[in-house]
């Protein structure tokens, strides 16, 4: 019998040495595995002396030195060349600039800084200018040829204007003037952007009005409950210390900025004469589809350069 018990006594023996090489064999494609896959900085970590890089980590950083330093000098050049272009229009324009043929008074705005509510600063880094009142009716139609206001008047402001429509007369008023030879190269009238309108609407002044922290009839035509429930012309009331009327209520003002990763809304500043007082903060953002077209939105002009970013 015990013929064929040893046999099977050393067949068992060696298929337990079998398996152990192969656990071996296993743990070490393992350690391996892990060895290869170690990132330069552990890499580098494990070298001598204080400047610890190994050939392949000096060569990828070198290389994104030089691809950070080319991006680097192409956007100075491009700061350079904005700059350049916002330059030569104030020299051009001066401080006051009306728009000929349709009376439009743009008030140049000095790059500067301010503060919202919450201690957020936001800077403007170039010169722009602005219009000094909402586009008036008249002058929406000597562009577009037609007045879609509810609230006819010569002088009040353009409104049941979608946000596409706004940026239609910009580009029509932009044709004139370049064919007439008046706009220098590299600007273009547009909507202004949210951080330049709130810059504009400040005026150095960091309360929730440019007037202060209330609201004030004597200052905006917003809904207080008493107010006539229309728009009123584009010079009323007082402006605010930089000279900009209507800033807070009339009309709600486009602004260029899109408000959502599908690119349907549009934000709105400043309030309307059919709006609570709230609405009216300088730092309210309200979002609007870009093709909506009510009686309470309207536009305020801005002349700028054409950034390329």
Known sequence: ??????????????????????????????????????????????????????????????????????ELSEKEEMDKLHWQYTKTLHDKFGDLYVVPNIGLEMLWVQ????????????????????????????????????????????????????WEDAVTFCEK???????????????????????EWEYACRAGTSSLFFWGESPATQYANYDDGDSVRETKKVDSYSPNPWGFFNMHGNCWEFCSDISDENSLFRFARGGSWSDASDFMHSAYRYQIERDSNYNNLGIRLALKVDRID
């Open 1 to 70: 019998m015990l013929f064929w018990i040893i046999p099977l006594i050393l067949t068992l023996l060696c298929g337990c040495g079998d398996s152990s090489d192969l656990e071996d064999e296993k743990g070490k494609d393992e350690i391996l595995s892990s060895a290869t896959v170690l990132s330069h900085q552990d890499c580098c970590d494990k070298l001598p002396g204080k400047d610890k890089k190994c050939g392949k980590c000096q060569q990828s950083k070198e290389s994104g030195t030089i691809v950070k330093s080319k």
């Open 111 to 162: 790059p500067g800084s301010f503060k919202r509510e919450k201690k957020q600063e936001k800077h403007i880094y170039l010169g722009f200018y602005l219009g000094k009142y909402e586009v008036s009716q008249v002058q929406w139609e000597a562009v577009m040829g037609q007045n879609p206001s509810r609230f006819k008047g010569p002088d009040r402001p353009v409104e049941q204007i979608s």
């Open 173 to 195: 008023l932009t044709q004139v003037e370049i064919f007439a030879g008046r706009l220098p190269n590299g600007v273009s009238y547009q909507l202004p952007n949210n951080v």
